[in-house]
């Protein structure tokens, strides 16, 4: 087929809608919707039905990143500072040390047992390290799996957090094996420049952002994802031109702005979700077809066996030696270990290699992708029921509401009070997205004057208003007249 412009937007529809119009029946069929993603872009290749011609890693490994970038985002920007502070420890410890550790483990193993170099096999290693943003909160969020204690939040806050380890392991390993006079001791500076240059900067760009946003005053409301689009590539892109980590970045940038007081939050998390399933659909197409089956079916005994000492071994090693110095359970670290989920990042690290011109990275490549499959077929399917075995879900009449699910919800309101601003009142002149407003309560109308005004972030407040609040509760009346200095 003749690639014209008119046949990729149709091939690209087709590919969009089919994929999502198939999720619903595989859901009910229990077949994890990214390995359906990834079996449509296969079925529409080379090699399957569909017969178009993909053999561009470069593309694919842009399309990846492109996509990762905004997964990321969406995943830090519907993450509560509340919910995560009880796990940052060893959240932040299983994104770094379980990663490293994962990926030192499988190396070996692979160095031991196949034809391949040490560095080679570290480089295998590092690509399958890390968990997988994309599937862990499409996965969890979107079975609504309720989990004892503070195992989803960590869970959450690895996935989205232990990419940029896994990508600076990946790009560092290749960089050693491809590129003349490169030595270990180079990378160690390297790793500390890239860490500190991407959080610092994605906390300044995160608080950039909620300046910009709330005081920037568009005219269209439409217009405010549009500018979020641009200024989340554009958070990648300075902090990775200034050699640091952009994954990192954006996910530092998210977590602020999610956190912080911004206008149009609400609906801009919502925006976001759809990016971010927008993002997993293409991900997970293009490199389904990137890939050949044909050369996939020679390594599949290899990757099998990469792929169960992963999941058995290497992440328990990981998880286990990583929440050493925590207070878990045996149970809770047997359920983190096996939620060590592998999607479509690994295989775009493993483009990297390809790039390179790394000798066996082909080779690399299929593994890598059949260890996904393997990893979404028999983990994805199976977390909820291990869960349950476990004694770790909780029973549905008793799961737990985030404050994420209350802010989002669209009838979590259930109490409307009227509240007066006295003469001269402390919040006289001010803006209503400066108040220490509570989270789960909306100034919903403000009486001045007899006249009825909607108020939205940037409305001012006068003495002698009247404000329609809705509330969740009668406890948080105090905390409204506290926040308007009644």
């Known amino acids: 087929m003749e690639l014209s412009p008119e046949n990729i937007l149709i091939i690209s529809s087709l590919l969009l809608i089919i994929s999502i119009l198939a999720s619903k029946t595989a859901g009910k069929a229990g077949i994890p919707i990214l390995l359906l993603f990834l079996g449509i872009g296969m079925l529409a290749g080379s090699d399957g039905i569909g017969g178009i011609e993909f053999e561009d890693p470069g593309v694919a490994q842009f399309m990846g990143i492109l996509a990762l970038t905004y997964i990321l985002f969406s995943g830090g920007l ?22 490293l550790f994962t990926a030192i483990a499988v190396g070996l193993f692979s160095y031991t047992l196949f034809d391949f170099s040490l560095l080679e096999s570290l480089l295998l290693g590092a690509i399958v390290s890390s968990t ?23 869970l959450e806050l690895e ?15 290749t960089s050693l094996i491809s590129v003349s006079g490169f030595t270990w001791p180079q990378l160690i500076p390297v790793f500390f420049l890239q860490m500190i240059i991407g959080g610092l ?16 005053n568009l005219e269209y409301e439409g217009l405010y994802p549009v500018l979020m689009l641009g200024l989340v590539i554009m958070t990648y892109a300075l902090i990775d031109l200034l050699e ?17 007081k911004m206008l149009h939050k609400k609906s801009l998390i919502k925006f976001f979700d759809g990016v971010a399933w927008l993002m997993q659909i293409i991900m997970f197409i293009t490199l389904g077809l990137l890939v050949f089956p044909s050369q996939v079916i020679p390594v599949m005994g290899f990757g099998f066996v ?16 990583s929440l050493t110095f925590f207070k878990f359970k045996l149970r809770e670290k047997v359920f983190v270990s096996w939620v060590g989920l592998r999607g479509a990042v690994p295989i775009v690290f493993a ?37 349950r075995l476990l004694h770790l879900s909780v029973p549905e009449g008793l799961k737990r509401r985030s404050l994420l699910d209350l802010e989002l919800s669209e009838d979590f309101k259930n109490a409307l009070v009227e509240v007066e601003l006295p003469e001269n009142a402390i919040v006289d002149g001010m803006k209503i997205v400066s108040l220490d407003f509570p989270k789960t309560c909306l100034i919903v109308l403000i009486n001045r004057g007899n006249k009825f005004i909607t108020p939205n972030g940037l409305t001012e407040l006068h003495s002698g208003d009247k404000l329609m609040v809705m509330m969740n509760s009668e406890d948080e009346e105090e905390k409204i007249k ?5």
């Open 351 to 387: 483009t990297f290699p390809l790039i390179a011109g790394i000798d066996k990275s082909s080779m690399l490549f299929n593994v890598v992708f059949f260890i996904v499959l393997t990893s979404v077929a028999l983990q994805a399917t199976t977390l909820s029921f291990s869960a």
């Open 201 to 216: 900067g994605g906390y300044l760009m995160g608080r950039g952002i909620v300046l910009l946003v709330n005081r920037i």
């Open 78 to 99: 519907d993450t509560k500072w509340q919910a995560i502070k009880p796990v940052l420890g060893p959240g932040l410890v299983l994104s770094t040390l379980g990663v």
């Open 159 to 173: 996935s989205g957090s232990n990419d940029p380890m896994a990508f600076f392991l990946t790009v560092g390993l």
């Open 306 to 321: 990469i792929a169960l000492f992963l999941i058995f071994v290497a992440r328990p090693i990981g998880v286990f030696i």
């Open 482 to 486: 506290l926040a308007l200095g009644i």
């Open 244 to 260: 640091g980590n952009g994954f990192l970045g954006v996910y530092v940038a998210a977590l602020t702005i999610g956190n912080g």
């Open 132 to 154: 997988d943003a994309a599937a862990v909160f499409s996965i969890l969020r979107a079975k609504s799996i309720g989990l004892k204690g503070n195992l989803r939040p960590l």
